[in-house]
């Protein structure tokens, strides 16, 4: 006898793999896997979330009511127009089954994030993967590969794994150029972490435009990965759609209330964001000395940098080598860059003492 069998698009599905949490060993290590914040979580939403541990028999609002307009109120938006979930991952998703399905098309720029292609398959669709230019999106790839059957473009900006950033001008023109049965969702996971003058403008397209959704995380600058809070913005009929197959109770109470009191402490906002800020550069200069070596870091808008082997040493090698010395980054072979490794920004401790670790690694003199 044989058990059901999945749809054949399920079976073409790779699974998502996490960054490593810990050495092979099980000795203390320093992870630069996850891009998370080193500094940790804002007090305020510390509190926020341990205040709730009383009412742990209680369903969270289904509606997310007060995180909504918290939201809305931040970023002067309609908090009828909020969408919410699991983390961004869960929103990607309601877009694709959504606004796509069996015949359809989605496009995604090679070396985007690994979700994407996921979401896409789950829901029968077709994933179309275009160029990149040099490891940044191709305005004019993504616009030539636009068909009648193509449904979705996702767009990450900055991108996930390369760091990479599309300017105001560059999204905009992409909009422009594609037909208004096509959905942008422009993925800012990692928005927080740009300076107020770089903003790509995908807030105020998704106020004014019909088919652009934007999402973003609480994961990253505001440190409550643990709780797997996202939201996303659009047209009210979007949101609708969306509505209709999100996952009931999807955040809860206490990842709620810390949400809304992260949204509030601007200080650890600004805190993270300079510190990043100070320690990116930095360590995107120790990586430029190894160039000799063959290493070169991607100019980054994120909170983590994408390096490249291209001599001796391989990322993988380099990669082993920094697991056996306490630190964990990403080696990204499943993605297509078998020659990069992605690292996230750490405290002042961590991220000295991984491009020292990475120079004698090397060869290279301090």
Do not use: C
């Amino acid at each position: 006898m044989t058990g059901p069998s999945p749809k054949d698009w399920i079976n073409a599905i790779h699974p998502y793999v996490p960054g490593k949490s810990a050495t092979g060993s099980g000795a203390r290590a320093a992870k630069l896997s996850s891009n998370e914040n080193p500094l940790g979580t804002s007090e305020k939403a510390r509190a926020a979330f341990a205040a709730q541990a009383a009412g742990l028999e209680r369903y969270p609002d289904g509606g997310a009511t007060a995180l909504r307009e918290a939201i809305a109120k931040r970023h002067g938006l309609d908090p009828a127009r909020i969408i919410y979930g699991t983390g961004s991952d869960e929103v990607l998703h309601q877009a694709a089954g959504a606004f796509s399905g069996p015949g359809d098309e989605v496009i995604y720029v090679r070396y985007g994030f690994a979700v994407y292609d996921i979401a896409i398959r789950r829901v029968g669709a077709t994933p179309v993967i275009v160029p990149d230019k040099d490891y940044a999106t191709d305005v004019d790839a993504v616009l030539a590969a636009v068909t009648d059957r193509t449904r979705i473009v996702f767009i990450a900006n900055p991108n996930n794994p390369t760091s990479t950033f599309t300017p105001r001008d560059e999204i905009a023109r992409l909009h422009a150029g594609l037909p208004e049965h096509v959905l942008l969702v422009l993925d800012q996971a990692y928005a927080e972490y740009l300076e107020a003058d770089e903003d790509d403008g995908g807030l105020a397209l998704a106020m004014s435009a019909p088919n652009v959704l934007v999402t973003r995380t609480f994961s990253k600058i505001f440190g409550l990965a643990a709780e797997r809070i996202g939201w996303g913005y659009a047209a009210a009929p979007i949101i609708d759609a969306m509505h209709r197959i999100r996952l009931p109770f999807n955040v809860t109470i206490a990842g709620q209330h810390a949400a809304i009191a992260a949204l509030g402490d601007e200080d650890f906002v600004n805190r993270s964001r300079a510190h990043n800020a100070k320690w990116r550069a930095w360590l995107t200069a120790e990586i430029d000395k190894m160039g000799n070596a063959g290493l070169r870091a991607i100019k980054s808008k994120a909170n983590f940098l994408l390096v490249l082997f291209n001599g001796t040493i391989t990322a993988e090698q380099a990669y082993n080598e920094l697991m056996a010395r306490g630190y964990i980054v990403r080696w990204l072979p499943g993605q297509g860059l078998a020659n990069g490794l992605r690292i996230s920004i750490g405290t002042e401790e961590e991220t000295r003492g991984f491009a020292a670790a990475l120079r004698d690694i090397v060869g290279e003199a301090a």
